[in-house]
């Protein structure tokens, strides 16, 4: 078996090989992120090594990235949404300090949530409630009809304990707002982080807080329990969202919401104010600040010393420069595990990936499985107006990559399937990566991100990238693979020459040109 710096230096030369690849597609006129100038190169030498390899490069090589190591047997994955709504119930029930959620848009028919948060603030003098949404969703519908108006009542009846905040898209200027519908707008950017933290626990999921996510829309959800630095993390990544967003007022009323901008400086929609300038400072101080509060970790001299498990937090927000998941964790992760012996599993609700990221994949050596949604489990389907024709916007696009796969030689070791539950719609994304195809993940990627291009250029996203050696969670993030993959079907030519997956060419035209806002 090779050593160490062997096997570094045998994936290092790949990265190269990888890059001077000819992309197919590269663009459709669309703002380009920038094309990462360093990769993080990961070893995969053995079961046990693998993630200790990743590890190791991680804490000595990244610059931004903070640590947070814990013990893999408190790191609980939850599988259906019914079980995931009973979690959040339970946790707000028994909350004490804090509750702070963050999510594209609380569900506006969610009235059985927003009660068990209103009893939880009155059953507690000292709790304290933060919500960060993203401004055009939870604004979608209206005064008296929109998510925002149903969190009003919170914030009017503890106006000392409940923050409300919404993301406004710097790209969304008046302009565009007074020219684009309402229900368009989201294309633009918005704000899509998905995390739930109560007390010292913390949930990081794809999932939003409304009515499918808890019943029939299949998605991820990772636990972190009893983690207090993981926890004020999440919770000062919130407070430093409220510096540049909305603040819903305590005078708002369901029927009449009032939206204060507290913050110095220009509000976002403003296109040459000083928006974006303050916000890219309000990151990068976030990112500072952890980075050296997580020094002990990162030399693995702390506390957590002989920990079996190291959680890396980071993020995509293009439009303050701030590229973790496109510069760094993806390149990193897919160059350093392209090794024959390794496998890598896939999957995106919405199958729209990145330029970079299919050819990274396209260019890697390990066995990939990838899964995404059937149009029939996609989210738009059977829906009104211009989104009816996403699904088969969707179908093309993963036409076109297993297509592209088959030029490049690659279908033996790209393997695609769709998932199809009768009455159920799929929104789970994530990497799970395993050093050889007969063991169980040590590695996985999970959040928020679709790792499409809008994700990568004008989205705000958060993940978690976990490492582990912990047999017991290894054997859980084994468990989630299969349990997606048992509703899958495979994908071969056969699929894509039924009739019912004829895409007009309008679609695929408009698919081209809207790529950067599906």
Same mark, same amino acid.
């Given at each position: 078996?090779?050593?160490?710096?062997?096997?570094?230096?045998?994936?290092?030369?790949?990265?190269?090989?990888?890059?001077?690849?000819?992309?197919?597609?590269?663009?459709?006129?669309?703002?380009?992120?920038?094309?990462?100038?360093?990769?993080?190169?990961?070893?995969?030498?053995?079961?046990?090594?693998?993630?200790?390899?990743?590890?190791?490069?991680?804490?000595?090589?990244?610059?931004?990235?903070?640590?947070?190591?814990?013990?893999?047997?408190?790191?609980?994955?939850?599988?259906?949404?019914?079980?995931?709504?009973?979690?959040?119930?339970?946790?707000?029930?028994?909350?004490?300090?804090?509750?702070?959620?963050?999510?594209?848009?609380?569900?506006?028919?969610?009235?059985?949530?927003?009660?068990?948060?209103?009893?939880?603030?009155?059953?507690?003098?000292?709790?304290?409630?933060?919500?960060?949404?993203?401004?055009?969703?939870?604004?979608?519908?209206?005064?008296?009809?929109?998510?925002?108006?149903?969190?009003?009542?919170?914030?009017?009846?503890?106006?000392?304990?409940?923050?409300?905040?919404?993301?406004?898209?710097?790209?969304?200027?008046?302009?565009?707002?007074?020219?684009?519908?309402?229900?368009?707008?989201?294309?633009?950017?918005?704000?899509?982080?998905?995390?739930?933290?109560?007390?010292?626990?913390?949930?990081?999921?794809?999932?939003?807080?409304?009515?499918?996510?808890?019943?029939?829309?299949?998605?991820?959800?990772?636990?972190?329990?009893?983690?207090?630095?993981?926890?004020?993390?999440?919770?000062?990544?919130?407070?430093?969202?409220?510096?540049?967003?909305?603040?819903?007022?305590?005078?708002?009323?369901?029927?009449?919401?009032?939206?204060?901008?507290?913050?110095?400086?220009?509000?976002?929609?403003?296109?040459?104010?000083?928006?974006?300038?303050?916000?890219?400072?309000?990151?990068?101080?976030?990112?500072?600040?952890?980075?050296?509060?997580?020094?002990?970790?990162?030399?693995?001299?702390?506390?957590?010393?002989?920990?079996?498990?190291?959680?890396?937090?980071?993020?995509?927000?293009?439009?303050?420069?701030?590229?973790?998941?496109?510069?760094?964790?993806?390149?990193?992760?897919?160059?350093?595990?392209?090794?024959?012996?390794?496998?890598?599993?896939?999957?995106?609700?919405?199958?729209?990936?990145?330029?970079?990221?299919?050819?990274?994949?396209?260019?890697?050596?390990?066995?990939?499985?990838?899964?995404?949604?059937?149009?029939?489990?996609?989210?738009?389907?059977?829906?009104?107006?211009?989104?009816?024709?996403?699904? !088969?916007?969707?179908?093309?696009?993963? +036409?076109?990559?297993?297509?592209?796969? =088959?030029? @490049?030689? *690659? #279908?033996? %070791?790209?393997?695609?399937?769709?998932?199809?539950?009768?009455?159920?719609?799929?929104?789970?994304?994530?990497?799970?990566?395993?050093?050889?195809?007969?063991?169980?993940?040590?590695?996985?990627?999970?959040?928020?991100?679709?790792?499409?291009?809008?994700?990568?250029?004008?989205?705000?996203?958060?993940?978690?990238?976990?490492?582990?050696?912990?047999?017991?969670?290894?054997?859980?993030?084994?468990?989630?693979?299969?349990?997606?993959?048992?509703?899958?079907?495979?994908?071969?030519? !056969?699929?894509?020459?039924?009739?019912? +997956?004829?895409?007009?060419?309008?679609? =695929?035209? @408009?698919? *081209? #040109?809207? %790529?950067?806002?599906?």
């Amino acid at each position: 078996m090779r050593d160490v710096t062997a096997s570094l230096r045998s994936l290092a030369s790949l990265a190269p090989r990888a890059r001077a690849r000819k992309p197919f597609r590269r663009r459709c006129f669309a703002t380009q992120a920038q094309e990462p100038t360093r990769s993080l190169q990961l070893g995969t030498k053995g079961l046990d090594l693998f993630s200790r390899d990743l590890d190791g490069q991680l804490s000595r090589e990244n610059q931004t990235l903070p640590r947070f190591a814990t013990d893999g047997k408190r790191i609980r994955l939850l599988s259906e949404p019914t079980e995931f709504y009973r979690w959040l119930l339970d946790r707000i029930h028994r909350a004490k300090r804090r509750i702070f959620l963050s999510a594209l848009y609380i569900g506006k028919e969610e009235t059985e949530l927003v009660e068990a948060l209103h009893r939880a603030l009155a059953a507690s003098d000292t709790l304290e409630l933060h919500i960060v949404a993203d401004w055009s969703r939870s604004l979608r519908e209206g005064p008296g009809k929109c998510s925002a108006a149903l969190l009003a009542k919170l914030v009017d009846d503890f106006p000392h304990r409940v923050q409300i905040h919404l993301y406004h898209a710097p790209q969304l200027t008046k302009f565009v707002k007074l020219v684009v519908p309402r229900r368009m707008q989201e294309g633009w950017g918005v704000w899509h982080t998905k995390i739930v933290g109560i007390d010292d626990d913390l949930l990081v999921s794809g999932a939003n807080l409304s009515r499918d996510y808890f019943v029939n829309r299949q998605d991820r959800y990772m636990v972190v329990e009893d983690h207090p630095p993981l926890a004020d993390y999440y919770a000062h990544l919130l407070r430093t969202a409220s510096s540049f967003s909305y603040s819903l007022d305590s005078a708002s009323t369901s029927d009449a919401l009032k939206l204060l901008w507290h913050n110095r400086g220009d509000e976002p929609d403003r296109p040459h104010g000083d928006f974006v300038a303050r916000t890219k400072t309000a990151w990068a101080h976030l990112r500072r600040s952890w980075y050296s509060r997580t020094a002990d970790s990162r030399a693995g001299t702390g506390a957590d010393a002989d920990s079996d498990t190291a959680i890396y937090p980071f993020h995509q927000a293009n439009p303050f420069d701030l590229v973790e998941e496109s510069g760094l964790v993806l390149p990193g992760m897919l160059f350093g595990a392209s090794d024959p012996q390794a496998r890598i599993d896939v999957t995106t609700g919405y199958f729209s990936l990145d330029w970079m990221n299919r050819e990274r994949l396209l260019a890697n050596e390990a066995q990939i499985r990838l899964i995404c949604a059937s149009p029939e489990a996609n989210g738009f389907f059977g829906s009104s107006g211009v989104s009816r024709h996403l699904p !088969a916007a969707y179908t093309w696009m993963e +036409r076109t990559f297993r297509e592209a796969a =088959k030029r @490049a030689g *690659r #279908l033996e %070791r790209i393997e695609m399937r769709e998932w199809k539950r009768p009455g159920w719609t799929y929104h789970a994304k994530g990497f799970w990566v395993s050093p050889t195809a007969d063991a169980p993940p040590s590695l996985t990627v999970i959040g928020s991100s679709n790792y499409g291009r809008r994700s990568t250029v004008r989205d705000v996203e958060t993940n978690l990238l976990v490492t582990t050696t912990e047999p017991t969670l290894r054997a859980a993030l084994a468990d989630e693979v299969a349990n997606l993959r048992k509703w899958t079907e495979p994908v071969d030519d !056969a699929t894509f020459a039924a009739p019912d +997956r004829r895409v007009a060419w309008g679609v =695929k035209l @408009a698919a *081209r #040109l809207l %790529r950067d806002k599906l």
